[in-house]
């Protein structure tokens, strides 16, 4: 029996000393952190595109990935998901969306952090962006989403085009200044409609739709999480809408396919859990933005989609 015990315990020990041996050297599991800041389409599009991608190339490698998603609901609560992933000691985490972005990097500069459906990398982090932070942005010409605008809804000097977004979102303020002086470029009014609580949106949005002849939807994730106001006020006025990241209420939009964003944001964190790069070697990404007319919503309007 004790000759028994004396194997069972070596045997016990080189089992450990294998695990422990395996952990150090990343073994055939990793841990990934997903923090969200709050649930709509196109953030939840582009959480489910880095799921897809991160999961079907550790499985080509023959390994493993325990993902954890998190949905922050709010900007405040972003630091706190973060730090449960920090204590954990996650292999790579990835914040969807800037609030989530700006706590990662704030809580590790060991662990990689990519974002994704983030903007403007350089002003979030006023042009010095961490060491162990890339990632993919949502952003998109701004003069070619104006100019859009301006060709389809014949706009002309006077007109006053109305930008609706949420003061609690920097990326927000950086679209609407960008689009503003474009517009004024050509002697068109621009007006923003700011609000900090949703519970306002919908008295902006009546007088946003009262006092102008478009709106300007940036990609902004308070107003996309609520847009079904901002779409169902506008459409009612006869107003078109147009948004920066597509979606349902717009009559017409030049954006990302947020899923094709969170796919390529999953390529990069395998190659990163997969020791072939590291986020160093990659720049931040950005894609392609296609054009997309909503057919029955634009005759509802009178709005009338070009033939090519």
Do not use: R, W
């Amino acid at each position: 029996m004790k000759k028994f015990l004396a194997i069972l315990m070596v045997a016990v020990l080189s089992i450990t000393m294998c695990l422990s041996l395996t952990a150090c050297d990343g073994g055939d599991t990793y841990t990934v952190g997903i923090c969200q800041l709050m649930e709509h389409d196109s953030l939840d599009q582009a959480t489910q595109g880095f799921i897809d991608a991160l999961n079907e190339a550790m499985t080509a490698a023959g390994k493993t990935v325990d993902i954890d998603t998190q949905v922050a609901g709010d900007a405040t609560l972003c630091p706190t998901v973060i730090n449960t992933f920090t204590a954990k000691k996650v292999d790579l985490i990835m914040a969807n969306a800037t609030p989530a972005l700006l706590a990662a990097a704030n809580a590790t500069t060991e662990i990689p952090v990519l974002g994704t459906s983030v903007t403007d990398y350089d002003d979030t982090f006023s042009g010095n962006i961490p060491a162990n932070v890339t990632g993919t942005s949502d952003a998109v010409p701004f003069d070619e989403q104006a100019q859009m605008m301006i060709d389809t809804l014949s706009l002309v000097a006077g007109d006053q085009v109305g930008v609706i977004y949420c003061t609690n979102e920097s990326n927000s303020l950086v679209q609407y200044e960008a689009v503003k002086a474009l517009f004024e470029a050509e002697g068109i009014v621009v007006k923003a409609y700011t609000f900090s609580e949703t519970t306002e949106l919908q008295a902006l949005t009546t007088s946003a739709a009262s006092e102008c002849k478009a709106i300007y939807v940036p990609s902004d994730n308070t107003v996309a999480q609520n847009d079904t106001i901002v779409g169902n006020i506008c459409t009612d006025k006869k107003v078109p809408v147009f948004t920066s990241y597509g979606g349902a209420i717009c009559y017409a939009s030049l954006a990302i396919d947020y899923y094709e964003l969170g796919v390529e944001t999953g390529k990069m964190a395998a190659e990163i859990l997969l020791g072939n790069k590291t986020t160093a070697d990659y720049e931040v990404m950005t894609l392609t933005p296609t054009v997309v007319y909503n057919e029955d919503l634009c005759a509802t309007l009178g709005i009338t989609v070009p033939e090519n």
